[in-house]
């Protein structure tokens, strides 16, 4: 099993035990022992659904503090396009790309005009007759992390370039090199402003290879607090400072990404249950006649990343109002022909986090024990033992992680019992003497 490293962590100090986090993790990677939630880091995807439903804030994403850029010569943003979605009454880019500039960034490079280049070498790729249909995007870290680990049929069917970010990583390093030849690597810094814990999670791991070009990981809403404050201290009109269209803004929000292929035979879906029903039905093929496929692991889109501030929906409508008057695709590639570099050197690969062992035979043996445990639970699934579902308590028990009397309805049940033992061996203890008595007073009279 590979390392990997998480972005999503727990606060122990805030954790009181609860079981939210526990019933709508989507793959099963929390439990609760010694009543803190404890969380398995070979089934987390980091989609950051505990992030976002626990009521106590005790799941915190680890990004890089905004201070980080202090640390190179030449610092580039890179804004997801989420991030524009985030402020109330904006009606031009240019205030965050020139706040973004007053933050101390020495220039911006937007992940959405990427994302217009990706949209294009999409449109190329699927129609090719060599690729197996339906195509994946390979856009959100979470649905990647979910393939790899459940789906080994799928993974081929992955799309194979690289997603926006680490395109506009690239291109953002070139550009800076080109312009400043004077500064080594080490000297510039590319900082991606993240709306999702699976995005930092991607970066952390470098799943990119050697042309992983990010340096640090921001989330949206430090930046988004950052950003109101020298905004407000600006009262001029910037320039039109923009240089993405329609089509990469609307990357931000479900389906943007899927409808810009000028493809209709597309499916796009959000949040992380409907993606894995979705996923099911591609693996068990009950769905055809479709050529690409969206999903996302978070409601909305990226729009509704547990790093973000605003209501997912709300800032969709501002997405929407903001495209209005750009262009449709400002960027585009210069021919038709798809670079080796924007190709993604690591392909991904199947690492089941559920293998229950490596010999065959005693897989199928935990199997059946697991089934025949299960079978003598209550099948309530009340998460009082610590794992979200009977089936999960059952597979802890065979693989020596959790006993049996941690389910509190057979100890209440045992308990019950046990009293109603106690009840009668008292009631016993009280008849016995009782007869003895009775027998030896009949004794007397007849004698």
């Known amino acids: 099993m590979k390392e990997y490293k998480h972005s999503v962590t727990l606060d122990e100090e805030k954790c009181v035990g609860c079981t939210t986090c526990l019933k709508r993790c989507p793959t099963e990677a929390i439990r609760i022992k010694n009543g803190i939630a404890v969380i398995n880091p070979q089934r987390c995807i980091d989609c950051g659904e505990c992030v976002r439903v626990c009521p106590h804030k005790a799941k915190k994403v680890n990004t890089d503090p905004l201070s980080v850029i202090d640390g190179y ?4 943003a890179l804004p997801a396009p989420s991030l524009y979605g985030q402020f109330e009454h904006l009606d031009n880019i240019g205030y965050i790309i020139r706040g973004l500039h007053d933050l101390g960034f020495d220039d911006v490079f937007e992940v959405a005009c990427a ?5 294009a070498y999409t449109r190329l790729y699927i129609k090719r007759e060599d690729v197996k249909k339906p195509v994946i995007s390979s856009a959100c870290p979470a649905i990647l992390r979910i393939i790899s680990m459940n789906y080994p049929s799928l993974c081929e069917q992955t799309m194979p370039i690289l997603p926006p970010v680490d395109i506009a990583a690239c291109l953002a390093r070139e550009k800076a090199k080109s312009e400043h030849p004077e500064l080594t690597d080490g000297d510039i810094g590319i900082v991606f402003i993240s709306p999702c814990p699976a995005k930092v999670g991607y970066v952390k791991n470098n799943f990119a290879g050697e042309r992983n ?3 640090a990981t921001v989330s949206v809403r430090d930046v988004y607090f950052a950003l109101l404050d020298v905004m407000k201290k600006r009262k001029d009109e910037p320039d039109d400072m923009t240089e993405s269209g329609m089509i990469g803004i609307g990357w931000a929000s479900t389906g943007g990404e899927s409808s810009a292929i000028m493809n209709e035979r597309y499916l796009a879906a959000d949040g992380i249950e409907n993606c894995i029903r979705v996923l099911d039905q591609i693996d068990n093929e009950e769905i055809s006649d479709i050529d ?3 999903l996302n692991a978070c409601s909305g889109g990226c729009v509704g990343g547990a790093l973000t501030v605003a209501n997912p929906y709300i800032a969709q409508t501002r997405l929407k ?6 262009p449709v695709s400002p960027n585009r590639p210069a021919s038709e022909w798809i670079p080796d570099k924007f190709f993604n050197e690591n392909k991904l690969e199947y690492d089941p986090y559920n293998l229950l062992s490596d010999d065959m035979k005693t897989a199928r043996r935990m199997m059946s024990d697991i089934e025949s445990i299960t079978e003598n639970l209550p099948k309530i699934d009340c998460g009082s033992c610590g794992a979200p579902t009977c089936m999960a308590f059952a597979e802890d028990i065979v693989k020596g992680e959790a006993n049996a009397d941690d389910c509190t309805i057979i ?4 308990f019950h019992g046990f009293l109603e033992q106690r009840k009668h061996k008292a009631l016993l203890d009280k008849l ?4 003895r008595e009775d027998g030896n007073n009949g004794g007397g009279e007849t004698k």
């Open 115 to 119: 994302a217009e280049l990706v949209t």
């Open 213 to 215: 070009y990010i340096n």
């Open 411 to 414: 100890m209440r049940e045992m």
């Open 73 to 76: 010569k030449y610092k580039v």
């Open 432 to 435: 016995i003497p009782l007869s």
């Open 292 to 294: 690409f496929i969206e």
């Open 321 to 326: 109002a903001l495209r209005r008057y750009l």
